[in-house]
C-alpha cells in the first residue's frame, strides 16, 4: 500500500465521519407530523406562538393522539404559504414584505 492510499482512506474516513451525522438527516424521509417544539424550531418561534395558533384555530392538530400535540406538517406548509394577516392590523402584508416587516 502506498502513502498516497493511505492518506486517501485516512481523508475518506475523516470525511465520512465528520458528515455522517448529516448525510443521514438527508435521506431520512419529511416527516408527516410535527411536535410543537419542532413546529416552533421550524418556523423560527416560540413554543408559546405554536400553542397560542393552535389554540386560535390557525394551526390543526391531529385529533385522537392522547395528550400529544401533533401538527401535520402540511398545515405548516400551507400557512407559510399562505402568510397570516397581521394580528396587529388583520391585513396582509404587501408583496414582497415579511410579515415582521408590517406595522
Not at 73 to 95: F, N
Request: charged share 25%; proline share 9%.
Amino acid at each position: 500500500m502506498t502513502l498516497e492510499d493511505v492518506l486517501s482512506d485516512v481523508v475518506a474516513q475523516a470525511v465520512e465521519k465528520a458528515f455522517a451525522p448529516y448525510l443521514r438527516r438527508l435521506s431520512d424521509p419529511e416527516p408527516l407530523v410535527y411536535n410543537v417544539r419542532e413546529a416552533a424550531a421550524v418556523l423560527r418561534t416560540s413554543e408559546t406562538t405554536i400553542r397560542n395558533m393552535i389554540d386560535t384555530g390557525v394551526l390543526p392538530v391531529v385529533p385522537h393522539m392522547g395528550n400529544r400535540v401533533v401538527i401535520p406538517r402540511k398545515a405548516v406548509v400551507h400557512l407559510v404559504e399562505a402568510g397570516l394577516p397581521s394580528s396587529d392590523t388583520g391585513r396582509q402584508p404587501e408583496p414582497g414584505r415579511w410579515q415582521s416587516d408590517v406595522a
